[in-house]
């Protein structure tokens, strides 16, 4: 498969269209822009990847959660996930108009309840298998919405890398036995504070 056009950024990767239409490709940046005193300063990814959470590549690391992930919830992950080299290659959601699906934060606030529904379905799954990813509700360009009818929404997350206490070197306490899970559903709470109207209410 081949890289063609930028799609999307975020903070450590670059997502690209492929020749596939229906599959995308992510690239871990070469480098980061950090601030150091008052000089900012580039430094090289897998590096400060590798200083910080003691992996060396986000792309291999996510696509090993992804394999965690159970059964139960495969219709919430990208169909096809593959790690070729250093990019990491997952299916494209569409919408029921063939257009390619949102993220959540372009959409505001969610009234679907099926959404919902299979928001506290795929919450209650991952508790259970102990898979606390916790930015699938931060950010908010962790979770696609695919618009299955014209009023029926369902997440697919696309970017599970962030599991586990390494990933906060700053919070050692999340080491702590029931902090992971505090830590994942206080997010999944402000995430529906933010998209679910009613229950902010
Ligand atoms: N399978 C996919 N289908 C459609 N868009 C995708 C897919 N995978 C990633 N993207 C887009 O690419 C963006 C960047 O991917 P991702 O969130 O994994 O990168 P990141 O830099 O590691 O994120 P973060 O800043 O949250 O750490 C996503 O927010 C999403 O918009
Ligand atoms: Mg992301």
């Given at each position: 498969?081949?890289?063609?056009?930028h799609?999307?950024?975020?903070?450590?990767?670059?997502?690209?269209?492929?020749?596939?239409e229906?599959?995308?490709?992510?690239?871990?940046?070469?480098?980061?822009?950090?601030?150091?005193?008052?000089?900012?300063?580039n430094?090289?990814?897998?590096?400060?990847?590798l200083?910080?959470?003691?992996?060396?590549?986000?792309?291999?690391?996510?696509?090993?959660?992804?394999?965690k992930?159970?059964?139960?919830?495969?219709?919430?992950?990208?169909?096809?996930?593959?790690?070729?080299?250093d990019?990491?290659?997952?299916?494209?959601?569409?919408?029921?108009?063939?257009?390619?699906?949102?993220?959540?934060?372009?959409?505001?606030?969610?009234?679907?309840?099926?959404?919902?529904?299979?928001?506290?379905?795929?919450?209650?799954?991952?508790?259970?298998?102990?898979?606390?990813?916790?930015d699938?509700?931060?950010l908010w360009?962790?979770?696609?919405?695919?618009?299955?009818?014209?009023?029926?929404?369902?997440?697919?997350?696309v970017?599970?890398?962030?599991?586990?206490?390494?990933?906060?070197?700053?919070?050692p306490?999340?080491y702590l036995?029931?902090?992971?899970?505090?830590?994942?559903?206080?997010?999944?709470?402000?995430?529906?504070?933010?998209?679910?109207?009613?229950?902010?209410?």
């Open positions: 498969m081949q890289l063609q056009e799609i999307w950024s975020w903070r450590y990767r670059d997502c690209y269209s492929t020749n596939n229906n599959i995308c490709g992510k690239k871990v940046k070469p480098t980061l822009k950090k601030n150091f005193f008052w000089k900012s300063i430094i090289k990814t897998s590096l400060f990847t200083f910080n959470f003691w992996i060396r590549d986000f792309n291999k690391f996510e696509y090993s959660n992804f394999q992930i159970p059964e139960t919830l495969s219709a919430y992950v990208p169909e096809h996930v593959s790690l070729e080299w990019v990491l290659y997952s299916s494209r959601p569409r919408d029921y108009d063939w257009s390619y699906s949102k993220n959540i934060q372009e959409l505001w606030v969610i009234h679907d309840d099926t959404f919902w529904e299979h928001i506290h379905f795929i919450t209650d799954e991952l508790l259970k298998h102990k898979l606390r990813f916790t699938i509700f931060h360009n962790n979770l696609i919405v695919q618009k299955v009818s014209p009023n029926q929404y369902k997440p697919i997350l970017d599970v890398k962030r599991l586990g206490a390494r990933m906060y070197p700053l919070q306490l999340l036995p029931g902090q992971m899970k505090k830590k994942f559903l206080r997010r999944l709470q402000k995430f529906k504070w933010k998209f679910h109207a009613v229950e902010a209410a």
